[in-house]
């Protein structure tokens, strides 16, 4: 760490911009929704102005609180947010921060921002958004305070007490206002997930979660010297690597710092994590283009020169090099641009050149000073290769072989009349017991039903070629329409829901979790665009006489009971085949009357396959949910 004296920051630096009404007339605008994703995003917005510390190497030290009541407190040892008053305005540098929107410290050169960058809406978000919010100040033997309710200040900056003359800092505890928030709760895992991704990426920054609510008390210590190859590791766990060293480089081009750290493992799915000044970015741009340019270009240098390849060999192509590939390329800019429709995709065309420079030469060293790695990159590369040729023919076949069949649809598929995409749903639904009832219960104007014969092949285990010849999901991409990879066309959808339709139970939940692994893999825009779904069959009947109820969790079902007293009768649905046509009519198919789950990505942390799900009707959550919500993300340790 500098030493603190080295540099004087003052007031001068900060930035006035405008006024805070319109963050809480429209909080969506500023920090996405207010839903969950919101709630976490305000902590990670308060917590990267400390980040931005340790990056400008004043912190070290980072502690995040979930106290008892869900408020949060974070507290850094950086230099402390300056106290000192703005010239021409009479308030303090430390009011400004927090009631001026996208005010923000200024660094003179060297700083890399990560607050007030493509996510970052500053910390008078947080505070506008907030009950009730407290900052406090330590520096210069004193500490400083001021607190704010709904972003208004309601003290002055004032010393509120004495610290350690050497201790400096930074500390804010706020209360997310529940008028703005849908739910004020906080998930422990949510924290840790982003806590511990920005722990990775910025290395020797101490990063502690602690819990501190009743019964859930825990704490977490995040802390990697080795930053990003750390990452890799953590990633690569219980995955067998192709060879047990991590690749690591870092340097700096044209002011763009640069990392890249990455590993092969026996899988087939590419794994690269991109980030600018600590954000990930999923849609990449130039520094993944430039992460691409330099692997492809050294590999297949390094595979000519020591005759791997033969002259007569074509060059390995870049998707065979990155085969069970997992990489971290972190990237960190002044001003970054962004672009895209989304503005996630970074334009800087300097990155590119950056990455490609520093990772050509030092991977070339790497390979040279390695040769035995460098040696089952190459053999690793040439196998996918010739799996990729067999695949490409496997697949050709198909094609050919459906549209031989006449219309090109499966035939299994029972399909619906209507023609028009946008009013048409698919049911995909589990086993041949629930076949006949889901045919029978359907509108078969507007649903179409196709059955998946016992468990779909785990997409995360299986190489291309062993796809291609898997009947389901040759079916599957059949009855959709969209094609895939290169192929894909949304437009070509025939089916504006895709619905998965399982029994609820462990192995129901088990099949959805494959087909959620199946669609992300390779039709992650039906689950981006909103097309993918689950259904939420009952699990319980209570009834008595003529009355009854569906119960969708065991919680449900003891109200009713309650409700009906304690002779009703309760049935247990153990599968879809259980119920009858106009049972799993009424309360799985039928729009007016069912429950679904909308499925959505989260790329808030960028490590882990996150699904998350949205109830459309009803706000049950049951335990088939939660199991898939825990094993989507941990589908590739789950044998088939
Ligand atoms: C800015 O330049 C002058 C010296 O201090 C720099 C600064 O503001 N550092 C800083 C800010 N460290 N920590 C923060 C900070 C910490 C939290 C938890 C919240 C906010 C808004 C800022």
């Known amino acids: ?38 709630l976490h995003h305000i902590v990670y917005e308060i917590v990267d102005n400390s980040v931005d510390e340790a990056l400008a190497g004043f912190c070290d030290d980072i502690k995040v609180t979930i106290e008892s009541d869900n408020s949060i407190t974070v507290r850094d040892n950086g230099r402390g947010v300056p106290v000192d008053v703005k010239e021409g305005t009479g308030k303090s540098a430390l009011e400004i921060v927090f009631t001026v929107l996208h005010a923000g410290g200024k660094f003179g050169g060297g700083g890399y921002k990560v607050s007030g960058g493509l996510h970052g809406v500053g910390a008078s978000v947080v505070n506008a958004l907030s009950k009730k919010l407290t900052v406090k100040v ?17 003290t002055n900056v004032s010393i509120i007490g004495d610290c350690d003359k050497d201790e400096h800092g930074t500390e804010v505890h706020f209360e997310p206002d529940d008028t703005i928030f849908e739910t004020t709760i906080y998930n422990y895992d949510t924290l840790k997930t982003r806590l511990r991704e920005t722990a990775f990426l910025t290395k020797g920054l101490k990063i502690t979660l602690k819990d501190l609510r009743e019964g859930k008390e825990k704490e977490k210590v995040f802390h990697y010297e080795g930053g990003i190859k750390e990452f890799v590791e953590f990633i690569n766990k219980g995955k067998k690597p192709v060879y047990d060293k991590v690749f690591y480089c870092e340097g700096t081009k044209d002011n763009i710092l640069v990392e890249v750290a990455l590993q092969h493992n026996e899988e087939y799915q590419e794994a690269i994590y991109t980030f600018v000044n600590n954000i990930n970015t999923p849609e990449g741009g130039t520094h993944l283009t430039g992460f691409k340019n330099a692997l492809t270009k050294a590999l297949n240098d390094y595979a000519r020169e020591q005759k791997y390849l033969k002259e007569s060999e074509e060059n390995l192509s870049g998707e065979d090099i990155r ?6 390329v972190s990237v960190k800019i002044e001003d970054p641009e962004f672009e895209g429709q989304t503005k996630q995709k970074l334009g800087t065309s300097e990155a590119q050149f950056a990455v490609q420079g520093i990772l050509t030469d030092n991977f070339k060293y790497f390979l040279e000073q390695n040769p035995i790695i460098g040696k089952s990159i190459c053999e690793k590369a040439i196998l996918a290769r010739k799996a990729r040729d067999a695949a490409r023919k496997a697949r050709d076949l198909t094609r050919r072989k459906t549209a031989l069949e006449g219309g090109g649809l499966p035939g299994k598929l029972v399909d619906c009349s209507e023609r028009d995409a946008k009013l048409c749903e698919i049911f995909i639904v589990e086993g041949d017991s629930a076949l006949g009832p889901a045919k029978d219960g359907r509108d078969s104007r507007y649903q179409a039903v196709m059955p998946l014969r016992g468990k779909i092949l785990n997409v995360e285990k299986a190489n291309e070629q ?14 959709f329409g969209t094609g895939i990879k290169d192929e894909f066309d949304i437009k070509k959808l ?4 895709i619905i998965i339709m399982t029994d609820a139970d462990v192995d129901g939940a088990h099949i959805a979790t494959l087909m959620l692994t199946f669609l992300y893999r390779f039709l992650p825009q039906l689950i981006k665009e909103g097309h993918v779904y689950i259904a939420q069959p009952p699990l319980f009947k209570v009834s008595k006489g003529k009355k009854f109820y569906y119960a969708y969790s065991d919680a449900e079902k003891d109200e ?7 002779d009703a009768d309760v049935s247990r649905y ?38 998350t799900f949205t ?4 706000d049950e959550v049951e335990p088939r949910r939660v199991f898939i919500e825990e094993n989507a993300k941990y589908v590739q340790n789950l044998d088939v």
């Open 323 to 328: 085969e069970g590939l997992t990489a971290i």
């Open 615 to 618: 109830t459309l009707m009803g």
């Open 494 to 497: 025939r089916y504006d829901k």
């Open 138 to 154: 330590y520096k210069d033997g004193h500490i400083y305070s001021q607190t704010y309710e709904k972003g208004i200040p309601t």
């Open 466 to 479: 062993r796809m291609y010849e898997n009947a389901e999901i040759t079916g599957m991409i059949t009855a």
């Open 560 to 566: 009713r009971v309650k409700e009906l007293g304690d």
């Open 574 to 611: 153990k599968g879809l085949g259980e119920m009858d046509t106009e049972e799993l009519a009424e309360t799985t198919m039928d729009p007016e009357t069912r429950v679904l789950l909308r499925v959505n990505m989260n790329d808030d942390a960028a490590s882990e396959l996150d699904l």
């Open 1 to 38: 760490m500098k030493n603190i004296e080295n540099e004087k920051y003052g007031a001068e630096q900060i930035q006035v911009l405008e006024g805070l009404e319109p963050v809480r007339v429209r909080p969506g605008m500023y920090i996405g929704s207010t839903g969950e994703r919101g």
